[in-house]
C-alpha cells in the first residue's frame, strides 16, 4: 500500500512517456480479452509501480536485452504496431535520469515491468 498523498518529484511529461510506453506495450502484446495490471507500492522511501500483462512469454535471452535501442524479441512483431525499438530503451534512460529503475521479467505468459522511483 502506498502512503495517501506520496509524492514523487520528477519531469512530469518524460513519466508520462514512460508509462504510456508500458502500457501500450502491455496492450498491444496482451492475449485477446485478458487484463492487464497496474500495480503501486512503496517500501520506505521508494514507490514501485508494476504493469503485469498476459501474452507470449519473452524468452530470458531476449529479456536481458529488452532494453536496448532498437531490440525487438521477436522480428515478427511489425511496426504495424507502432514501434520501432525505442520505446522500452527511452524508458529505461528516463527512469534512470531520475535515479530509479526498470526491470522486467517474463514467464508462464506473463510479463512484468516494474519501475521504481524515489518517493520525496
Given at each position: 500500500?502506498?502512503?495517501?498523498?506520496?509524492?514523487?518529484?520528477?519531469?512530469?511529461?518524460?513519466?508520462?512517456?514512460?508509462?504510456?510506453?508500458?502500457?501500450?506495450?502491455?496492450?498491444?502484446?496482451?492475449?485477446?480479452?485478458?487484463?492487464?495490471?497496474?500495480?503501486?507500492?512503496?517500501?520506505?522511501?521508494?514507490?514501485?509501480?508494476?504493469?503485469?500483462?498476459?501474452?507470449?512469454?519473452?524468452?530470458?535471452?531476449?529479456?536481458?536485452?529488452?532494453?536496448e535501442r532498437f531490440?525487438?524479441?521477436?522480428?515478427?512483431?511489425?511496426?504495424?504496431?507502432?514501434?520501432?525499438?525505442?520505446?522500452?530503451?527511452?524508458?529505461?534512460?528516463?527512469?534512470?535520469?531520475?535515479?530509479?529503475?526498470?526491470?522486467?521479467?517474463?514467464?508462464?505468459?506473463?510479463?512484468?515491468?516494474?519501475?521504481?522511483?524515489?518517493?520525496?
Amino acid at each position: 500500500m502506498i502512503e495517501p498523498n506520496k509524492m514523487i518529484r520528477c519531469d512530469v511529461n518524460k513519466m508520462q512517456r514512460v508509462f504510456d510506453n508500458l502500457l501500450r506495450n502491455a496492450v498491444n502484446y496482451s492475449f485477446e480479452n485478458t487484463e492487464i495490471l497496474i500495480a503501486v507500492t512503496q517500501k520506505e522511501d521508494r514507490v514501485h509501480i508494476k504493469v503485469t500483462n498476459h501474452g507470449a512469454t519473452i524468452p530470458k535471452d531476449k529479456l536481458e536485452h529488452i532494453f536496448e535501442r532498437f531490440y525487438r524479441p521477436d522480428s515478427s512483431r511489425s511496426t504495424g504496431n507502432g514501434g520501432a525499438g525505442l520505446g522500452l530503451a527511452i524508458a529505461k534512460e528516463i527512469v534512470t535520469l531520475h535515479g530509479g529503475a526498470i526491470t522486467a521479467h517474463s514467464e508462464n505468459e506473463t510479463i512484468t515491468f516494474e519501475v521504481t522511483i524515489v518517493s520525496s
